[in-house]
């Protein structure tokens, strides 16, 4: 009597373990650099996109499609730069154009043009279109580099693709 005892509960525990739930993994992001020394890694931190850009020649664009099954919250740009004189974040018809002075990231000037046609417009941190960008330098012996964020308005566009370029003023 105890050997069906036993099978019924063996079967009930294999058929339970089939039933557990299987986190997918991440469709990955499609990268393509239009730059020879440029390399690009990205890591998917809960809702956040972390996509690190090493550039040795300090300029380059590069092409990124964002899967549809796994679309984040939010996407920080890690930018291993001396400088950055110029960057840009584009999508669509959206072209965000920042200038960093020196090494005051805080001092950014933005525009945005929204059109192919259309004039570049100032932007002001409480716009969409804004890109938060911060220098970050790590403990000493580090290289610092270049943390921006992708504007708010991206995300509500319901787009996948964007594209960067980037130049560090230091080449």
Request: aromatic share 8%; hydrophobic share 45%; charged share 20%.
């Amino acid at each position: 009597m105890k050997r069906p005892v036993f099978l019924l509960s063996l079967l009930c525990t294999v058929l339970l373990a089939a039933c557990a739930v299987v986190t997918p993994t991440p469709a990955p992001v499609r990268v393509m650099t239009a730059s020879a020394d440029a390399s690009i890694d990205y890591a998917l931190d809960g809702e956040v996109l972390f996509i690190d850009v090493v550039s040795p020649s300090g300029t380059g664009k590069a092409a990124l499609s964002l899967p549809a099954s796994a679309i984040p919250r939010s996407i920080v740009l890690r930018l291993h730069l001396q400088g950055l004189e110029h960057f840009v974040f584009a999508y669509d018809d959206v072209k965000v154009m920042a200038e960093v002075p020196g090494q005051a990231a805080t001092a950014a000037q933005q525009e945005a043009r929204q059109g192919p046609d259309a004039a570049p417009e100032q932007l002001s941190p409480d716009s969409p279109l804004w890109l938060d960008i911060r220098r970050v330098q790590p403990d000493a012996g580090e290289d610092g580099y270049y943390e921006v964020t992708a504007p708010a308005a991206f995300f509500q566009s319901g787009v996948r693709d964007f594209s960067i370029e980037w130049v560090d003023f230091y080449r």
